[in-house]
């Protein structure tokens, strides 16, 4: 069974510059998930994806870590990941690859074990993906809008804002930090979801997302 583990790391980002090289906890950002997939025990090719020429080289001095340079306009603030995993698929056309792993870098405190445990429970069910979640702090279904006369309404009713919390249906949020898909599913749709997708939940602290700097020091 040949898995392969894609990070996107693209040069650029408003928030934090170089934000997948920033120091986070004595490494760069990116070497967090790089280790993650190498210590997976079902991962069997790691590729890294990026623009950048720094980012390219840091990931080429491990050694079972392939590097491949994405576009530019793959590279972009507006730049989807669906595209930049598919052009990985494609650059190694003469591999046929039975899973694809998305492990995002800026989820550094997502562990091999979390990968394997999530491998292991979609091994085992007739899912094609799945997708990590963190439960929500703040029920969507309490969240409010302006219509189009300008007044306020509750995105599902105007009853849900004021219920306990308890009384509203249990939620989740895509932490960021794994995807798992059969290659196959992938390339036919070109999306991470399907109408078979597994969840896999991790606690809030382990989906720290880093997207400025102040979840550098939290």
């Given at each position: 069974m040949k898995v392969i583990a894609i990070i996107p790391a693209r040069g650029g980002s408003k928030g934090i510059p170089?934000?997948?090289?920033?120091?986070?906890?004595?490494?760069?950002?990116?070497?967090?998930?790089?280790?993650?997939?190498?210590?997976?025990?079902y991962i069997t090719d790691v590729v890294v994806s990026s623009d950048d020429d720094d980012i390219l080289r840091i990931s080429q001095k491990h050694k079972n870590v392939i590097t491949i340079r994405r576009p530019k306009e793959l590279a972009l603030d507006t730049s989807r990941t669906e595209p930049v995993l598919a052009h990985v698929i494609e650059s190694l056309k003469g591999t046929t690859f039975d899973y694809l792993i998305l492990l995002q870098p800026t989820s550094p405190l997502r562990k091999s074990d979390d990968i394997d445990e999530a491998f292991n429970k979609l091994l085992a069910s007739y899912a094609n993906s799945l997708i990590s979640v963190c439960s929500n702090n703040y029920h969507p279904y309490k969240s409010l809008r302006i219509n189009n006369e300008g007044f306020l309404e509750g995105i599902i009713n105007n009853e849900y804002p004021f219920f306990p919390r308890q009384e509203l249906p249990q939620t989740y949020s895509a932490n960021g930090a794994i995807y798992i898909i059969k290659v196959k599913d992938f390339i036919k749709n070109h999306s991470l979801i399907t109408s078979k997708t597994l969840h896999f939940k991790m606690s809030i602290e382990r989906s720290l997302d880093i997207d400025s700097k102040i979840d550098l020091i939290k």
């Open positions: 170089k934000k997948n090289l920033v120091n986070f906890l004595g490494k760069p950002l990116l070497q967090w998930s790089i280790e993650a997939a190498l210590n997976s025990k």
